[in-house]
């Protein structure tokens, strides 16, 4: 495999802001903040393997690994929950007769105020779309769940999936060049930063200098 690997979570962070995508896979920083904490704390929950289930007519796996090794893809991550629910028009996913239809469940803390979902998670989700239809077949669905109003949201993955995947290999061209030649994308204008937890390691605050000879002479009296 000559591509380089793509995490699936990386696609979201690049398309909330190439910069701090840049600054997470290149220069390797981080930094966390409530949002952050909130989220992790979430899927601390989530992905525990403990928590899959069977009922009737339905399986439930959380933390399910999942991969697309194409060369134009090369992608791995890892699906919070695959729901597996009885149909007959489904794939075979057990040691049994029966057919299931999946369905990926990607847990979300917040729900966004005046649309129903934000892009960038929206394309999360489409590239854990096809590394799922990829390992079990099938043509999957997906949904977003946002626990501060517990409620579920489907997402148009099959309605959109010609321009989505077509903008996933654009992404992942991109994406793997910054890799190769190491750089950093360039901070885009009109990014909102307020929400960030790299915001003070990308945009550290500088206190306004009236005399760059005076502030000098500080330094130097310090150090003597």
Same mark, same amino acid.
């Given at each position: 495999?000559?591509?380089?690997?793509?995490?699936?979570?990386?696609?979201?962070?690049?398309?909330?802001?190439?910069?701090r995508?840049?600054?997470?896979?290149?220069?390797?920083?981080?930094?966390?903040?409530?949002f952050?904490?909130?989220?992790n704390?979430?899927?601390?929950?989530?992905?525990n393997?403990e928590?899959?289930?069977?009922?009737?007519?339905? @399986?439930?796996?959380?933390?399910? $690994? !999942?991969?697309?090794?194409?060369? =134009?893809? +090369?992608?791995?991550?890892v #699906?919070?929950?695959l729901?597996a629910?009885e149909?007959?028009?489904?794939?075979?996913?057990a040691?049994?007769e029966?057919?299931?239809?999946?369905c990926?469940?990607?847990?979300?803390?917040t729900?966004?105020?005046?649309?129903?979902?934000?892009?960038?998670?929206?394309?999360?989700v489409?590239?854990?779309?096809?590394?799922v239809?990829y390992?079990?077949?099938?043509?999957?669905?997906?949904?977003l769940?946002?626990?501060?109003? @517990?409620?579920?949201?489907?997402l $148009? !993955?099959?309605?959109?999936y010609? =321009?989505? +995947?077509?903008?996933?290999k #654009?992404?992942?061209?991109?994406?793997?060049?910054?890799?190769?030649?190491?750089?950093?994308?360039?901070?885009?204008?009109g990014?909102?930063?307020?929400?960030c937890?790299?915001?003070?390691?990308c945009?550290?605050?500088?206190?306004k200098?009236?005399?760059?000879?005076?502030?000098?002479?500080?330094?130097?009296?310090?150090?003597?």
């Open positions: 495999m000559s591509t380089i690997e793509i995490g699936i979570r990386s696609i979201q962070h690049y398309l909330y802001c190439p910069h995508w840049g600054l997470l896979e290149v220069d390797k920083a981080w930094a966390e903040n409530i952050v904490t909130k989220a704390l979430m899927h601390e929950r989530v992905h393997s928590r899959s289930y069977c009922t009737k007519g339905k @399986k439930v796996f959380t933390s399910v $690994p !999942v991969y697309h090794d194409q060369e =134009e893809y +090369n992608l791995y991550g #699906v919070d929950c729901e629910t149909n007959k028009n489904g794939i075979f996913i040691e049994n029966k057919k299931y239809q999946l990926i469940v990607e847990y979300k803390p729900k966004p105020k005046n649309q129903p979902y934000h892009e960038e998670d929206f394309m999360q489409f590239a854990q779309k096809l590394c239809d390992v079990f077949g099938g043509d999957c669905r997906a949904v769940y946002y626990s501060d109003v @517990k409620k579920r949201v489907e $148009p !993955v099959k309605d959109r010609v =321009e989505c +995947n077509q903008k996933v #654009v992404l992942l061209s991109e994406m793997r060049k910054y890799l190769e030649e190491g750089r950093i994308p360039a901070i885009l204008k990014q909102r930063c307020n929400g937890s790299m915001k003070d390691l945009m550290p605050s500088i206190k200098v009236k005399s760059l000879r005076l502030e000098i002479e500080k330094i130097v009296k310090s150090e003597i």
